[in-house]
């Protein structure tokens, strides 16, 4: 049984070891009640490629927001294909539909912390239910939130969130597609370097912050997967972070 305390012990260690090692130790320990979870944008790519070469029949779960560009569809595709991936779709709960009924188009920029919530948050809750082990390809690089994470992190339901890439920065992951001859999103040459959602993601500067063109102007820098909103369960308790009445959802959650 993993405790706080075996954690910290394992932490330590693995601090030390490569992705790839990490990324063979969680499978070793956790198969098959393991997931990778993946954006398929240029920056997810060598976990991608080394989850193909460790276990390539891990499940990657991929957030269908119904929100993506087109390019990232192609691109999700062509991956899976290639590397014969076994990516898993995830889609918010049908509940969030009387919500959501004229809002399509405008929740993004309305409330895009309930948007990512309905979308991002709530599935990867319910896909985690079935598993003990979470890798995710977050860097501390990244954003100021992720600079705090650890490679290992128990969650409070037990669940191990393990982040391999977390020591690595920009130029790591550049340096290793360049050696794989990786291929890159179709947008990244076109100024989007981290890619969402088309209605919160913009093109930005060679010399910007790799996350400058997510959420722009809108004081938002993570979707909820890494913070303290992933651990709750019960959304009637994020009400104050949304901006639209959520009761109607609440009310049908009760109801069933």
Not at 10 to 29: C, G, M, Y
Not at 47 to 58: E, F
Not at 86 to 105: A, F, K, Q
Not at 162 to 189: G, M
């Amino acid at each position: 049984m993993l405790t706080p305390s075996l954690i910290a012990d394992l932490a330590e260690e693995i601090e030390k070891r490569t992705p790839q090692e990490i990324i063979a130790w969680a499978v070793d320990t956790f198969w098959p009640q393991i997931a990778v979870s993946s954006s398929f944008q240029t920056q997810s790519v060598p976990l991608l490629h080394m989850v193909s070469q460790i276990k390539r029949d891990m499940p990657i779960l991929f957030l269908d927001t119904g929100y993506h560009f087109w390019e990232t569809s192609i691109f999700r595709e062509k991956l899976a294909s290639d590397w014969n991936l076994n990516v898993v779709d995830l889609y918010r709960d049908s509940r969030w539909d009387i919500l959501m009924r004229g809002r399509t188009r405008t929740l993004p920029v309305e409330d895009p912390n309930l948007c990512c919530f309905i979308h991002k948050v709530q599935p990867m809750q319910r896909a985690m239910q079935d598993v003990l082990a979470w890798i995710s390809g977050i860097r501390r690089d990244q954003t100021s939130v992720r600079a705090q994470a650890k490679i290992l992190e128990l969650q409070a339901d037990g669940l191990l969130k393990i982040n391999p890439f977390l020591n690595w920065v920009k130029a790591d992951i550049k340096r290793y597609a360049e050696e794989h001859n990786l291929p890159s999103h179709p947008l990244f040459e076109k100024g989007y370097r981290s890619v969402g959602c088309a209605p919160c993601t913009v093109a930005i500067g060679v010399n910007d912050d790799e996350r400058a063109g997510r959420w722009q102007g809108r004081g938002k820098t993570e979707c909820g997967l890494h913070t303290e909103m992933f651990n709750h369960k019960d959304f009637s308790k994020l009400r104050g972070e949304f901006q639209i009445d959520i009761s109607p959802v609440e009310r049908r959650k009760k109801d069933r």
